[in-house]
């Protein structure tokens, strides 16, 4: 069975939210290989995702209702590391964003877990930083899970297997 590391950024204002989208998914990465939405919006068009579609899906208030916009990028890359694939994921509910991306874990043992999850940790924390987020952290799928945790905003780097 395929375990996957997943990294949460929590609480991520609307007027971050777009930016932080716009720079995963097309200064981070190669291509988005699928979109969906959980609303029929109408953003989402061969794959392709504008600034202006991105912004209908933070547009979007029917009935207070939740809605997540889930895209599968090709080729991440930060800080010279490339994940072949990863899922992202942002939640929007409120006035406020969640926003996630999933790999394989795997990755982190082929390039080696400490140095893997330190640009990792750093590469999150520059992020968060710059796009004024809450809350971060990584883990093992659901990283929520304290006990299979690689770091979190306050806390240093540890090696868990699940």
């Known amino acids: 069975m ?6 949460v950024f929590e609480n991520i204002r609307e007027i971050n939210v777009l ?20 609303e029929d919006i109408g953003i989402i068009e ?19 209702t939740a809605i997540c916009l889930s895209i599968r990028l090709k080729k991440f890359i930060f800080d010279n590391i490339i994940i072949p694939s990863i899922s992202l994921r942002c939640l929007k509910y409120d006035a406020l964003y969640d926003v996630d ?3 394989e874990e795997s990755y982190i043992d082929k390039i080696g877990s400490k ?5 990792l940790q750093n590469y999150t924390t520059q ?11 990584c ?8 006990n299979t945790r690689y770091f ?10 699940g």
Do not use: M, R
Request: glycine share 2%; aromatic share 12%; net charge negative.
């Open 2 to 7: 395929t375990n996957y590391a997943e990294v």
């Open 19 to 38: 930016t932080l989208l716009n720079f995963l998914i097309n200064d981070s990465s190669e291509a988005i290989i699928t979109a969906q939405c959980s």
């Open 46 to 64: 061969k794959s392709v995702l504008s600034e202006q579609n991105l912004s209908l899906f933070t547009q979007y208030n029917a009935h207070n």
């Open 101 to 103: 991306f999933i790999f």
């Open 115 to 119: 140095e893997f999850l330190s640009k």
């Open 127 to 137: 992020l968060a930083i710059k796009y004024e987020i809450d809350n971060w952290y």
């Open 139 to 146: 883990g093992l799928e659901p990283a929520k899970d304290l």
């Open 152 to 161: 979190t905003k306050d806390e240093p780097i540890s090696i868990h297997k």
